[in-house]
């Protein structure tokens, strides 16, 4: 299928790629990007993994045609806008400047089709582990690759004996109490941080968790990421939000030998 078959949104919401990891899925993400195609393309924060580009250097061709293909999109008239996150925070210093045709900014204002205004913005700044415990934050990151890995190589004895995938760290995060009331409250100060700043809703990343929800009268959505959930978050013509499941999408393609119409079914 080419490109001027995809799927038009208004807006797309990506975060958390990743790129220069073992764990970024980038082979399904430019499958995504080709098979869809928007006025507005927001980056919600690590993009790039600057933690672990600076412990090992990490990157495949198939990251940098991630790149080319957001460079190219923003050649062709979608307005990019990128959010650093606390895995990429050194682009921070370049807020305010644009490069390729790409912003970069600290946050935005979103308004849809419908009208409602949404806040933009990664979320880790809203974490308090990020702002008190940030040696913590880095131990997670550690073990949460260390899980990534260890899931890679669960699945592909999966794989070779037809079972589908499964993921380690989401069932962990799962069955772990103290994760899940972390979460919680991470959507929670969210929520009351969009309402303080008079907005209808907040459009978030981080948690790697992708959820459209309404908290006390707040619209809550988070994008979720592509190393292991592989979502993002779209804006239809109408202003609808839906969250995209990429991984469901070529499984169901796959599994009907039409492999083509992935572009359809998104």
């Not at 990490?58 to 307005?79: C, E, F």
Request: with cysteine; charged share 25%.
């Amino acid at each position: 299928m080419t490109e001027p078959d995809a799927r038009y949104c208004r807006t797309i919401w990506l975060s958390d790629l990743h790129l220069g990891t073992p764990g970024c899925r980038a082979d399904y993400l430019l499958d995504f990007l080709r098979a869809h195609r928007a006025e507005a393309l927001y980056l919600v924060g690590d993009i790039l993994d600057g933690w672990r580009l600076r412990r090992q250097w990490y990157w495949p061709q198939s990251h940098n045609d991630v790149v080319q293909k957001i460079l190219r999109a923003a050649r062709k008239g979608t307005r990019v806008v990128y959010i650093p996150g606390n895995h990429d925070a050194v682009s921070r210093q370049f807020v305010g400047l644009s490069f390729g045709g790409i912003e970069v900014v600290d946050e935005a204002i979103h308004v849809t089709a419908r009208g409602q205004r949404l806040w933009v913005t990664h979320g880790d700044l809203f974490d308090a582990v990020m702002q008190h415990a940030g040696w913590a934050a880095h131990l997670g990151s550690w073990l949460y690759e260390l899980l990534l890995k260890l899931n890679r190589w669960t699945n592909a004895v999966r794989l070779r004996v037809g079972l589908p995938y499964w993921s380690m760290s989401q069932y962990v995060k799962h069955r772990v109490k103290d994760a899940v009331n972390f979460i919680s409250q991470f959507e929670q100060v969210m929520a009351a941080e969009a309402r303080r700043r008079g907005c209808d809703g907040v459009i978030c990343g981080h948690i790697h968790k992708a959820e459209i929800r309404d908290i006390d009268g707040v619209l809550y959505c988070n994008d979720g990421d592509w190393v292991e959930s592989l979502t993002a978050l779209v804006e239809t013509r109408e202003g609808d939000l839906e969250i995209v499941h990429w991984r469901t999408r070529q499984i169901q393609a796959r599994s009907l030998g039409r492999i083509d119409d992935l572009h359809d079914a998104a």
